[in-house]
């Protein structure tokens, strides 16, 4: 790791502990490359349509990333946010001064159909936070001892991404964030393809 890298991950961890201190599911994003762009951005998108509060990209940088989810943050509305370049092991640190639970999405998991009460309880009773650490190449062992809850959606092999949705929409009972202060609305329709309203300064609404 280059000194610089080393400085800014330092940097950014000391910003990043107050935007933890108020959120209640964060996803962490491990050992991302620059191959897996596409991935961790669907990982991303996931975890914000599906109401966690953020995203790290842990160890490395992802500027393409954030710009994107900025961006679309600004259309579609919502606070949600994705942070690059803090180190694994400080952020788990964090999180357990915080309180917080530590959960592992992993194939190799308990089945989430035997623990889901317990984790539900966690969250909507004892109001504890969740940080979901989601693996892009092999997670490393001690991951697996560091979390409190190895928990699998499936035993068989499967997508990080759709582990992370299904995780989620269990997590919050179906309920999901409905956002509305940004520019563009979606029009869904039954029947025939949907249309796209982007909120217009002027009193009307352009549709595509």
């Given at each position: 790791m280059?000194?610089?890298?080393?400085?800014?991950?330092?940097?950014?961890?000391?910003?990043?502990?107050?935007?933890?201190?108020?959120?209640?599911?964060?996803?962490?994003?491990?050992n991302?490359?620059?191959?897996?762009?596409?991935?961790t951005?669907?990982?991303?998108?996931?975890?914000?349509?599906?109401?966690?509060?953020?995203?790290?990209?842990?160890?490395?940088?992802?500027?393409g990333?954030?710009?994107?989810?900025?961006?679309?943050?600004?259309?579609?509305?919502?606070?949600?946010?994705?942070?690059?370049?803090?180190?694994?092991?400080?952020?788990?640190?964090?999180?357990?001064?915080?309180?917080?639970?530590?959960?592992?999405?992993s194939?190799?998991?308990?089945?989430?159909?035997?623990v889901?009460?317990?984790?539900?309880?966690?969250?909507?009773?004892?109001?504890?936070?969740?940080?979901?650490?989601?693996?892009?190449?092999?997670?490393?062992?001690?991951?697996?001892?560091?979390?409190?809850?190895?928990?699998?959606?499936?035993?068989?092999?499967?997508?990080?991404?759709?582990?992370?949705?299904?995780?989620?929409?269990?997590?919050h009972?179906?309920n999901?964030?409905?956002y509305?202060?940004?520019?563009?609305?979606?029009?869904?329709?039954?029947?025939?393809?949907?249309?796209?309203?982007?909120?217009?300064?002027?009193?009307?609404?352009?549709?595509?």
């Amino acid at each position: 790791m280059s000194q610089n890298l080393r400085t800014s991950i330092e940097e950014n961890l000391a910003k990043l502990t107050d935007l933890l201190k108020s959120s209640e599911i964060v996803v962490l994003r491990l050992n991302h490359r620059p191959r897996d762009f596409r991935v961790t951005t669907h990982a991303c998108l996931t975890a914000r349509a599906f109401g966690a509060n953020g995203v790290i990209i842990a160890d490395t940088e992802a500027k393409g990333i954030i710009e994107k989810i900025e961006s679309l943050n600004i259309a579609w509305g919502g606070g949600f946010w994705v942070r690059d370049s803090v180190a694994t092991d400080r952020v788990i640190n964090v999180w357990r001064s915080l309180g917080g639970v530590i959960i592992n999405l992993s194939m190799y998991g308990e089945d989430i159909r035997n623990v889901l009460s317990d984790l539900y309880f966690l969250r909507h009773i004892r109001l504890k936070p969740f940080l979901v650490m989601v693996g892009s190449s092999k997670v490393p062992a001690k991951m697996y001892t560091i979390a409190d809850y190895n928990i699998s959606i499936t035993n068989q092999p499967h997508s990080e991404v759709a582990a992370l949705a299904i995780f989620l929409d269990k997590i919050h009972g179906g309920n999901w964030p409905r956002y509305t202060e940004g520019t563009v609305r979606m029009n869904p329709s039954l029947k025939g393809k949907g249309r796209i309203s982007i909120m217009g300064t002027v009193g009307s609404d352009e549709e595509t």
